[in-house]
T-cell receptor, first 113, second 114 residues
Framework: DQQVKQNSPSLSVQEGRISILNCDYT??????FLWYKKYPAEGPTFLIS?????DKNEDGRFTVFLNKSAKHLSLHIVPSQPGDSAVYFC????????????FGAGTRLTVKP | KAGVTQTPRYLIKTRGQQVTLSCSPI?????VSWYQQTPGQGLQFLFE???????NKGNFPGRFSGRQFSNSRSEMNVSTLELGDSALYLC?????????????FGSGTRLTVV
């Protein structure tokens, strides 16, 4: 069961513009959501997270927005830089119950100079 | 501090063989999770261990198994390998399990089954 979905396999943006990566989920019991970035030949690295009680969390150029009614979250990168080119994974977890974290299929972001 | 170490980095095996992958978590981390990454499928959860106990298991056949040792190091084993088992296997460590602070992942073991 794909509880976390990233429907866009790829996204290409120009350097300096905004990148918006989207993620949908089906489990309304998820307590927090995370974004990871992955470069080739490396493991994913944690980027930013948000609790289900919030609708926005910002860290530098990265902002995550959560719309619980739509079961949708997005990651905004402003301004985008060529070094941001990577695969971005959305993940979610339910506190205490399952001891696992569910990941989406990933979106490959390419930032063109 | 040292990160999560996975060995080996690359592995080529023949169908029908078995394989053991190793993961050393960050010192002090007691939870280890394993994921399989394949193109288009993202990261699929295999299992999670905490203090030598498997707390949760994903939807994989019984050919996939794991264990955790008293020093929190973990191994996963795949028996009777199939071509479809070719993937990147990732290990993730954390203090106590999933949290809003995320996991620390290793670089993975790339398994190719021929």
């Amino acid at each position: 069961d794909q509880q976390v979905k990233q429907n866009s396999p790829s996204l290409s943006v120009q350097e300096g513009r905004i990148s918006i990566l989207n993620c949908d989920y089906t489990n309304s019991m998820f307590d927090y959501f995370l974004w990871y970035k992955k470069y080739p030949a490396e493991g994913p690295t944690f980027l930013i997270s948000i609790s289900s009680i919030k609708d926005k969390n910002e860290d530098g150029r990265f902002t995550v927005f959560l719309n619980k009614s739509a079961k949708h979250l997005s990651l905004h990168i402003v301004p985008s830089q060529p070094g941001d080119s990577a695969v971005y994974f959305c993940a979610a977890s339910e506190e205490g119950n399952n001891n696992d974290m569910r990941f989406g299929a990933g979106t490959r972001l390419t930032v063109k100079p | 501090k040292a990160g999560v170490t996975q060995t080996p980095r690359y592995l080529i095996k023949t169908r029908g063989q078995q394989v053991t992958l190793s993961c050393s978590p960050i010192s002090g981390h007691r939870s280890v999770s394993w994921y399989q990454q394949t193109p288009g499928q993202g990261l699929q959860f295999l299992f999670e261990y905490f203090s030598e106990t498997q707390r949760n298991k994903g939807n994989f056949p019984g050919r996939f198994s794991g264990r955790q040792f008293s020093n929190s190091r973990s191994e996963m084993n795949v028996s009777t390998l199939e071509l479809g088992d070719s993937a990147l296997y990732l290990c993730a460590s954390s203090l106590t399990g999933p949290s809003i602070y995320g996991y620390t992942f290793g670089s993975g073991t790339r398994l190719t089954v021929v």
